[in-house]
C-alpha cells in the first residue's frame, strides 16, 4: 500500500468535507479492507470517524465519540456544534432530515427489500422501483415557514439558519426549494434517531403535516 495514499484520501476529506462515493479513493476505502483500516486507524488517532452510509452518495468525517467530550464539552456549557447553530438552528436541521431523508430511506429500505425477493424469485412479477425513486425530495421554503415558522423563531430565524445549513452543506436551495444537500443524510445515525423522531413529538407534528396536506388537496 502506497503510504501516502490514505494521508491523500484524508487530507482531501478534511478539505473538501465531503467526497463522493464514486470517486476513485472513496470507492477503494469501500472495497478494499486493508486500506480502510488503515485510513480510519489515522482518524481515529486524531480523534476522528469515517462516515459512511450506504444509502448516501457521499463519504465524510465528524469527531469520533472520546473526542466529543474534549472538543464540546471543554467550556462551562456543553456545546450542540461547532457550527455557530443555537437551539433554533439544530432544531431546524433535525425536521428538515426528518422531512427529507426520512422519507427517502423508506423509499430505499422498500426497494432494496424488492431488490432481495427479485433476486430469490427471478421469475418475480414485481418491477424495481426506478433510480430516480431514490432521489431525495424538496421543501418549498413558504411550506416550511407556514408549518414550523413560529416553533422555531419565525422567518428572519429560519431564513438565517437555512443559510447556515446551506454554506455548510447540509442543504441546498434553490428557486425558494430546500434540497437535500451532501451531508444531510450523513447528519444522524437513521437507526438510532429514526423511531425517536416517528414515536415521538416530531413524529405528531409530521403527521398533523401530513393530515392538513391531505385536507387542502380534498378542499
Not at 17 to 43: C, K, N, P
Not at 87 to 102: H, M, N, P, T
Amino acid at each position: 500500500m502506497d503510504e501516502q495514499t490514505p494521508a491523500k484520501f484524508i487530507a482531501r476529506l478534511l478539505t473538501e468535507r465531503y467526497i463522493l462515493r464514486s470517486d476513485t479513493l472513496a470507492q477503494r476505502v469501500l472495497i478494499d479492507e486493508g486500506f480502510r483500516q488503515e485510513v480510519e486507524r489515522r482518524l481515529d488517532e486524531c480523534g476522528l470517524r469515517l462516515l459512511d452510509n450506504p444509502f448516501a452518495e457521499y463519504l465524510a468525517v465528524a469527531l469520533s465519540q472520546p473526542a466529543e467530550t474534549d472538543v464540546f464539552g471543554s467550556g462551562d456549557v456543553w456545546l450542540s456544534n461547532n457550527l455557530g447553530l443555537q437551539r433554533d438552528g439544530v432544531a431546524l436541521l433535525v425536521l428538515l432530515w426528518a422531512l427529507i431523508i426520512l422519507p427517502k430511506r423508506e423509499r430505499q429500505l422498500t426497494r432494496s427489500a424488492t431488490d432481495s425477493d427479485e433476486q430469490s424469485d427471478m421469475f418475480g412479477s414485481a418491477k424495481p422501483l426506478p433510480k430516480s425513486a431514490d432521489a431525495s425530495k424538496g421543501i418549498a421554503e413558504n411550506l416550511l415557514l407556514d408549518d414550523y415558522g413560529k416553533q422555531l423563531g419565525g422567518k428572519t430565524r429560519v431564513n438565517m439558519n437555512l443559510g447556515i445549513l446551506s454554506r455548510v452543506g447540509f442543504i441546498k436551495r434553490h428557486n425558494k426549494v430546500i434540497e437535500e444537500g451532501p451531508l444531510l443524510d450523513l447528519a444522524f445515525d437513521y437507526a438510532q434517531l429514526a423511531p425517536r423522531l416517528i414515536q415521538g413529538a416530531l413524529g405528531d407534528l409530521l403527521a398533523q403535516r401530513k393530515n392538513s396536506s391531505a385536507a387542502k388537496g380534498e378542499a
